[in-house]
Every structure is written in structure tokens, then in C-alpha cells.
């Protein structure tokens, strides 16, 4: 039998002592029983880890005098409360959770936690790489990847970056990724500390609007995203890998004011909800209803400012207001405990706003900034407003000249874009690094050539496009010092292809490029051993067009661009390239494919009738063409317009559209089974929720376990395509300018009887 230590005897007498004292009522009788036997197992367990309880006998100091049975008690517990308060640190020290900033020393054990996860990999199933990783963080200009260890292992990761596959972000955004808790470790414990964490420093990163990009699928980050208020917004979109763009406002709302140990009252972050956000797309600010600690907070927020200009708790309303182009500053006053708003804005100009004086103009520019001090009976409230003029500026500026009958027009990035019938076919980018949200684009035409200029606070950028023929292209960059300091250690320069089909020169060959497969990309990484220095060739069939792409220095075809070159800080003496786009008509033998259409004779036309797998029929708006395609505030027209008859899908009269530029009909097709599509430039499978597909006019699939050939065409018409489970999800868009009756018809090819005999 194991002898029991004096600790272990004197709580048991103590537990027996209880029961025979008269003035202790039975409940709390049981309630001490019950303790006390916690307090026993725990001196057990802790005898058992070795873990020693720093306290003996003597230290309760109870007197022989000392009868007094409430002291008694007293004196035990709060002896218990500090020694549990101990030991309960001991154990989290031991079990504990921390964050920190990754270095490079720390690239080895994250790459070994993406890889051990199975995320974040490339498509032939290579693992990432230390050196993946560290290009990575300089072409997306991560300025944050933070690290969550356990027991100083590393468990978890998010990051914060500006570059991602469909442009940059200026210096007052990020995107936010690279969000993992490793499988062994997703406990709730792990993700609430980190969501609490990472809230309690958002306000000294140095942003104030957050971006995202989660797939539609997946429904667990979806939901997480929340949390971070993350939702959709009028620049919503979906790509073609069906991950949705998200917006979040909370680095506004944290920087807005301070939220802990004000007034009295301490904000428990880990509560903080973002309950409900309002979006006014014409006046391009939101509604944001928020609530901590059980009090709810409305804030309202622009676009394009920093911080909200309008806050409303339970004790104040403070707002700026525009009043005939002026912005005034207004305060009301909900409660008595509220004495007086304290002042400051422009540089030197400070007031008191009181009840009896409660408003103030303030100075006239295109942005005001308020910094306040809000005067209660229970202390201080800080506060920052800001409020700005709406900007009107064009997303494109067009071009009075054309190149091999392509409309040319300057993005408000500064860009130049090819483009044909509202489509853009090629992108030339400008220079690829995020600027300072103040900086401005300015574009001149003379003949043959074009000037963009960006232009921040004496610094300058300055683009010189030269058309020197019919088809060749010469570009330069001259920049003055202050703008070198804007410039990252790693510069980058972008080409795209917006045609899905288009083929690629791989050594002395065209291949297909067929997303997902061919190259080897991914918009989170890149592969850093696929960086050349080389001159890069493709073909694009629709336009029969060749172009030649010369870069500034090593290049890649990754992250969707055709190509991504790098130019080292260093390296800025030689910032200039070339490219050029010829008309050519490559027989197929010439570029190494052997086309798979159908022409085969054997199928033949059916008359089946095909619309009775048709189903969820939508006419909606389309606010462009492309893969990447808007999914917020879209007109939706009614479908009773429709005509289905004849395997065709038809509006007989467009005027109920006239009030969009793009529209597109959308359906599900029913099929069962793998199904491949027919392309110019080879066979694709339809992967399960996989890429989507762009087809000019025409989209033909074949059905391998039905052995027959659909077509879908339409005139004038662009199709975008993905399989869903046994749904081929199909939509089509077309212009309102076209005149060409906006008619999607439906063809089977099957094989007939006497062509199988033959065979």
C-alpha cells in the first residue's frame, strides 16, 4: 500500500471537518467535499508529472487560537486560487501556443508543413521547395507570413501579400492566404488564437482593406473567412479555378478606434462579430453592423478611404457628411455622459464640439482625415474618421490607334490592351509592383507611339511604347530616383494570352496549353527552377496569330502569364523588351498536332430531342468576357422571353436587354459519366469541378459512355464550361451590339446502324 503524504491527509480531514461543523449548510458541504476530491486527484496527477505544490502546512498560518470556521475556509481557498493559478500557467507554458514572423531560416518547416499536407502543390506532383518559397515571397510581395507553433512546433500559417495572378494591390492592401492549421493540430483552441492574434495586430500592418480568394467548394475556409469579415462585394468575381474574390473592411473598423479598456469597459477581441454589411454601389461605401462584448457598433465605410467616416456606439454618433461639397464634421450626443468631442484635423487646426456647438467644416480637399478624442464621465475615447471624394476616374482609356485592326486602350493600372468586340485578346502590362495608392496614371499618343506615365509625389515611371512595324513592338522604361525607391528588390513585367486555346513553343514544338496540366503553375507558387533566360514563342489559332515575346530578363510561363519575367533591383540599367504579333496560318502538321475534330463520318446528325436535359435556364447580365467572370449585382431578366424548340434555346427579341452591353444565357446540361471536350488543339477531359473552358462560338463534347458527339454553338457567342457531379454546367455570352439572333442550338452525333455494320 502506497503511504500518503502529509498534503494528501490534511485535505481529507479537512473534507471530514466540514460535515461535523453545524453552521455550514448541506449543499456547501457537498460543494466542499467535491472540491476537495479534485484537489486530491490533482495531487495525485501532479505527484505522478513530477510537478511539486510550492506550499506546506505552515503556509495557511492557522493559529491554535484561530476557531473561527469562515477564516478557516477563506484562508484555504485562496491559498488553492493562487496555487491552481500556478500550476494552470505551468501547464499552459507547456502546452503553449505562439506566433511569430517567418524568416528565411524558417522556409525548410513551412515547406515541410505545405508539403506534408498536400497543400499549396503543383500539378505533376512535385513537392514545393525551399527555393519555390523564397521566390514566391518576392514576386507576391509577402510582407507578413506569420507562423503558429506549438511547444515550438510549427503547426500553422497566414500570410499577407500584394501580387497575385490577376494584378497588384497598392500599399494600402493586401491579400490575405496561405491560411493552414495542420491536420493533426485543428483544434479550436489553435484557430481561436490565432483569428484573436492576428486581429490584435492587424492595426500595425499597414493596410487598411483586406482581399481574399477562397474556392467555391470549399465550404470550411468559406465559413472561416467570416470570422475575418470576409464577403462578397461589387468587385466579387469567380476565376476559372472557381476560387471567389472576398473583401474585408476590419482593418478599417480596427484602426478606427480603440477597442479594449475604454470607458470602462474591456472588448474581449475573440467576440467581435461582423453581423451585417450593406453595400451602396453608387455611393461605393458600405454598412457595417458589428458587435463585441455584447454592444453593437454601425460603422460606414468608403472604397477608397482608409478608414470609415462614420461611427455610431451606444453613448455617440460621429460622422463626417458632405454638405454642397463641403465635408463637415457632426457629433451627436446620445448620452449624458458624453461632456465634449476634442478636435484635430488639417495640419494644425484644432476645436471642441459640444452639445450647443456640435459640427465644425472642415478643410476642403479631396480627402479629409479627423482624429478625435471623445470626452466621457468614465474616461477617453479615441477615435480616426476619414472621408474622401468618389473616384470617377475610367477603368480604360481608349486609344486612337489600332494595331493589326486591334482596339488598343490603357487600363488604369497602365496596361496596354488588345482588344476585339469588347474582348481583350493580349495585355501588355505595366511595370508589376504594388504603389503607393496616391500614385496616377497619365497617358499620351503621338504617332506610333504611346506614353504612360505613373506620377507619385515627384516620382516617376515613365513607359515609352514604340510601334516600329506592323508587327513589332519596343518598350522602355526611364524612372527618376525618388521613384527607384519605390521599386521592391524583385521587379516583375507581365504578358497575357486572354484566348483559352492557344499553344505554346516547347523546344522545337507547339503544345497545347491546357489548364491545369500544361505548364506546370499554380497561382499560389511559383516554380522557381522554370525561370530562363530565353525568347518565348506561342500561336493562338482563333486569331491566327504568332507572337514573339522577348523579356527584360529570366521568365516563366506561371501564375497565367505568357510570360512573368524578373528583374533584379540591381539590374535597373537595361529595362527594356520586345515583342511581337504577326498574322501567320500554321498547317497542323507544321506545329506538331494532329487535330482531333470530329470529321469522322461514321457519327451522324440524330433528331433526339436534346432539351429535355436541359435545365436551370438563366438570362443574367455580364459585365465582361473572360474566365474571370463578375458575380455580384447582375441583372437577372426573366426567361419566359425564351423560345426552346428544335434543340435550340432562343430570344426572338433583345429589347428587354437593351440596358446591358453583355448578357449570357446559362444552363445545366445532364450527363452521366466521363466526357471529354474537342478542341482546335487537342482533347481535354472534364475533371469534377475542375477548369473551366472557353470555346469561340462553338463547343463540342463527346460522351464516352454514350459514345456520341454534342455540339453547342452559337453565333457571335462565347462558352464557358465545367462539369458539376453529372451536370455539364454551360454558359454563353453575347453582345447586345451583335446582329445575329442570340440562339444557342444543340447537335447529337451518334453512329449509325449501317456505319457500324461496315466498321
Not at 476 to 502: M, T, V
Request: hydrophobic letters at 35%; one cysteine or more; charged letters at 25%.
Amino acid at each position: 500500500m502506497k503511504k500518503l503524504n502529509f498534503l494528501e491527509i490534511f485535505f481529507g480531514i479537512l473534507g471530514l471537518i466540514s460535515w461535523f461543523v453545524p453552521d455550514i449548510k448541506f449543499e456547501v458541504k457537498v460543494i466542499i467535499t467535491v472540491i476537495l476530491g479534485l484537489v486530491l486527484f490533482c495531487i495525485k496527477y501532479f505527484k505522478k508529472s513530477n510537478t511539486k505544490m510550492n506550499f506546506s502546512v505552515e503556509d495557511l498560518s492557522i493559529k491554535d487560537n484561530d476557531f473561527d470556521v469562515k477564516t478557516y475556509y477563506n484562508r484555504v481557498f485562496e491559498l488553492l486560487d493562487t496555487e491552481f493559478v500556478n500550476l494552470y500557467q505551468k501547464m499552459k507554458d507547456n502546452n503553449k501556443l505562439m506566433i511569430s514572423e517567418a524568416t528565411p531560416k524558417d522556409y525548410g518547416e513551412v515547406v515541410s508543413l505545405f508539403n506534408k499536407n498536400q497543400v499549396y502543390q503543383f500539378s505533376d506532383g512535385l513537392p514545393l521547395t525551399v527555393q519555390d518559397l523564397d521566390l514566391t515571397m518576392k514576386i507576391k510581395e509577402v510582407t507578413n507570413l506569420f507562423l503558429l507553433k506549438e511547444n515550438n512546433k510549427l503547426i500553422g500559417t497566414i500570410g499577407f501579400f500584394k501580387f497575385i495572378t490577376h494584378g497588384c494591390l497598392n500599399q494600402d492592401s493586401s491579400f490575405s492566404g496561405y491560411l493552414l492549421i495542420d491536420s493533426e493540430n485543428r483544434s479550436g483552441q489553435a484557430i481561436t488564437y490565432l483569428y484573436k492574434t492576428i486581429l490584435e495586430t492587424m492595426t500595425h500592418l499597414g493596410f487598411a482593406n483586406l482581399y481574399t480568394e477562397i474556392s467555391k467548394y470549399n465550404k470550411p475556409s468559406l465559413a472561416l473567412s467570416k470570422l475575418n469579415g470576409f464577403t462578397e462585394y461589387h468587385g466579387t468575381y469567380e476565376d476559372m479555378l472557381h476560387y471567389r474574390s472576398l473583401r474585408s473592411n476590419l482593418p478599417k473598423i480596427m484602426n478606427t478606434f480603440r477597442i479594449s479598456d475604454y470607458h470602462g469597459k474591456d472588448y474581449d477581441l475573440s467576440t467581435f462579430r461582423i453581423l451585417e454589411e450593406l453595400e451602396d454601389t453608387q455611393k461605393k461605401e458600405t454598412r457595417i453592423r458589428t458587435t463585441i462584448s455584447e454592444e453593437e457598433i454601425i460603422y460606414k465605410v468608403q472604397d477608397n478611404a482608409n478608414l470609415p467616416y462614420s461611427l455610431k456606439l451606444d453613448l455617440f454618433q460621429i460622422e463626417i457628411v458632405e454638405i454642397d461639397g463641403h465635408h463637415i464634421l457632426q457629433v451627436k450626443f446620445l448620452s449624458d455622459e458624453v461632456k465634449k468631442v476634442r478636435v484635430k484635423f488639417g495640419k494644425f487646426r484644432f476645436s471642441t464640439l459640444t452639445k450647443e456647438n456640435s459640427s465644425i467644416r472642415l478643410t476642403k480637399d479631396n480627402k479629409s482625415r479627423v482624429q478625435a478624442v471623445v470626452v466621457t464621465t468614465n474616461g477617453n475615447i479615441d477615435v480616426q474618421l476619414e472621408r474622401t471624394d468618389i473616384d470617377v476616374s475610367p477603368d480604360n482609356v481608349p486609344l486612337s490607334q489600332t494595331f493589326q485592326g486591334y482596339d488598343l486602350s490603357v487600363s488604369s493600372e497602365g496596361n496596354l490592351i488588345f482588344g476585339k468586340q469588347g474582348r481583350k485578346i493580349f495585355e501588355d502590362s505595366f511595370l508589376l509592383f504594388s504603389r503607393p495608392s496616391e500614385a496616377h496614371i497619365l497617358v499620351k499618343e503621338e504617332k506610333d507611339k504611346i506614353i504612360i506615365t505613373l506620377l507619385y509625389k515627384g516620382a516617376s515611371i515613365q513607359k515609352n511604347i514604340a510601334i516600329v512595324s506592323n508587327e513589332k513592338v519596343i518598350c522602355s522604361y526611364d524612372f527618376n530616383r525618388k521613384a527607384q525607391r519605390l521599386f521592391p528588390n524583385l521587379i516583375k513585367q507581365g504578358f497575357k494570352i486572354h484566348c483559352q486555346e492557344y499553344l505554346i513553343k516547347d523546344g522545337e514544338n507547339y503544345l497545347p496549353y491546357k489548364p491545369g496540366s500544361y505548364p506546370v503553375e499554380h497561382d499560389d507558387f511559383v516554380r522557381a527552377e522554370d525561370f530562363k533566360n530565353k525568347i518565348f514563342n506561342y500561336y493562338v489559332p482563333d486569331e491566327r496569330k504568332k507572337v514573339q515575346y522577348t523579356p527584360i530578363g529570366k521568365a516563366s510561363n506561371q501564375m497565367q502569364f505568357r510570360p512573368l519575367s524578373l528583374l533584379e533591383k540591381d539590374d535597373l540599367n537595361s529595362l527594356t523588351y520586345q515583342f511581337s504579333i504577326s498574322h501567320v496560318c500554321f498547317e497542323k502538321d507544321s506545329i506538331g498536332l494532329n487535330h482531333d475534330l470530329h470529321e469522322d463520318p461514321i457519327y451522324q446528325v440524330t433528331t433526339n430531342d436534346l432539351l429535355k436535359q436541359v435545365h436551370n435556364i438563366r438570362i443574367e447580365e455580364e459585365h465582361n468576357y473572360g474566365l474571370k467572370r463578375s458575380i455580384t449585382y447582375r441583372k437577372k431578366y426573366p426567361t419566359d422571353n425564351l423560345i426552346l424548340s428544335f434543340n435550340q434555346i432562343v430570344i426572338p427579341d433583345r429589347k428587354f436587354l437593351e440596358d446591358s452591353d453583355l448578357y449570357s444565357i446559362s444552363f445545366d446540361y445532364k450527363v452521366q459519366g466521363a466526357i471529354e471536350q474537342v478542341r482546335s488543339i487537342g482533347r481535354m477531359t472534364y475533371e469534377n469541378k475542375s477548369y473551366v473552358l472557353e470555346n469561340r462560338q462553338s463547343l463540342l463534347v463527346y460522351d464516352i459512355k454514350q459514345d456520341r458527339y454534342l455540339r453547342f454553338e452559337a453565333e457571335d457567342g462565347i462558352f464557358y464550361s465545367y462539369k458539376e457531379n453529372n451536370k455539364l454546367k454551360i454558359r454563353c455570352i453575347f453582345t447586345t451590339k451583335s446582329s445575329h439572333t442570340s440562339n444557342v442550338s444543340i447537335t447529337e452525333y451518334r453512329k449509325s446502324e449501317k456505319n457500324e455494320y461496315n466498321l
